[in-house]
């Protein structure tokens, strides 16, 4: 059974930081994502990463504000997103995703079908 565990989230002032991180185990050769979803609004892809290498994806809404990484150890993942300069309108709940693809995300990665979700973390901007 994969878990995705999120952690990382808060709340913090309009312009400040906060590191998210997502932990897994037993995956290879996966596409891996943060969505977020505010309230009455739909759900959103904000980054995406495969963990065989390769290229990175963002929001345009976040490009040059949030970084995705991922740190692979023995049988564990980590995949984190560093999300500097925060705005009000970033809060939302976060989720961390994982599609064991065996290829690459992709440029539509945000429209896939991800196989496991995190149960989220809030991150809350204040203005």
């Known amino acids: 059974q994969v878990q995705l565990v999120e952690s990382g989230g808060g709340s913090v002032q309009a312009g400040g930081s906060l590191r998210l991180s997502c932990e897994t185990s037993g995956l290879s050769n996966t596409c891996m994502a943060w969505f977020r979803q505010a309230p009455g609004k739909e759900r959103e892809g904000v980054a995406a990463?495969?963990?065989?290498?390769?290229?990175?994806?963002?929001a345009d809404s976040v490009k040059g504000r949030f970084t995705i990484s991922k740190d692979s150890a023995k049988n564990k993942i980590t995949l984190s997103l560093q999300m500097n300069s925060l705005k009000y309108e970033d809060t939302a709940m976060y989720y961390c995703a994982a599609d064991p693809v065996g290829s690459g995300c992709g440029a539509m990665w945000h429209r896939r079908t991800f196989a496991y979700w995190g149960q989220g973390t809030q991150v809350t901007v204040s203005s």
């Open positions: 990463i495969y963990t065989g290498g390769g290229n990175k994806y963002y």
